[in-house]
């Protein structure tokens, strides 16, 4: 993954991370395999803990301590109606910044500035 | 090394959880103990200064779970391990130097600019 798309895509994966729970619980691994899954192809396992940590610390998500057949038990977190808000403001954040962007792209050239 | 002795003090005043961390870490088959190892030292230097242990816990769970699934050091921590530990770092309380550093250049800057 190229350095720019890290880059943008560190202000953004805390809510894709929200977005994926809302879908249905988690553990952190389950949630790695599920970017994968999605095209987020080389996102450390670390970086989406660090993530959980930091939601879990914010109150967006509660967790529950499952027994694993290997290992300590795992922590499954689940978004709760505290999330869902946030949640809500990300994906509106992310339409204003979308639209801007679009415009700003879509934009025709402007031969003035092109000399 | 003042910073050294604010720790050595939270150490004797938090020996027991200490005690449990570094027994824990010790007990992490290689290479996770290596890269714990390794992360500690960072922490130690450029983390919460005043209680470290909560955060070493966190990281601890992390490798922990990464030893049982057999998960390689690399697709935990990623490319960047500074940046990993900055991401991590970043979810707790900063030590109180840093703390005050902040507010020193904040209020500077106040001072500066209503001039």
């Known amino acids: 993954m190229g350095k720019q798309m890290t880059e943008m895509l560190k202000g953004v994966l805390e809510g894709i991370v929200l977005a994926l729970l809302a879908v249905r619980p988690a553990y952190g691994y389950e949630i790695t395999a599920r970017l994968r899954e999605r095209g987020f192809a080389e996102i450390a396992e670390g970086t989406v803990y660090a993530l959980l940590v930091r939601v879990e610390q914010r109150g967006y998500v509660d967790v529950e301590k499952v027994p694993s057949e290997k290992g300590p038990p795992r922590k499954v977190y689940s978004l709760n109606p505290q999330g869902r808000e946030y949640l809500d403001e990300f994906w509106a954040s992310w339409g204003f910044l979308a639209e801007r962007l679009d415009q700003l792209h879509s934009q025709p050239h402007d031969e003035g500035d092109r000399k | ?115």
């Open chain 2, 1 to 115: 090394m003042t910073m050294f002795t604010r720790f050595i003090e939270t150490v004797i005043g938090d020996k027991k959880q200490w005690r449990d961390y570094k027994a824990r870490a010790r007990s992490l088959p290689p290479p996770y103990n290596e890269a714990i190892d390794a992360l500690e030292r960072y922490v130690m230097y450029f983390g919460p200064g005043d209680d470290p242990v909560p955060l070493l816990l966190d990281l601890l769970d992390l490798f922990e779970q990464s030893a049982a699934d057999g998960t390689p050091i690399r697709q935990i921590v990623g490319d960047d391990p500074v940046e990993f530990a900055e991401t991590f770092l970043n979810n707790y309380p900063k030590g109180n130097w840093i703390v005050r550093e902040r507010r020193r250049l904040t209020d500077a800057i106040n001072q500066a600019a209503s001039r």
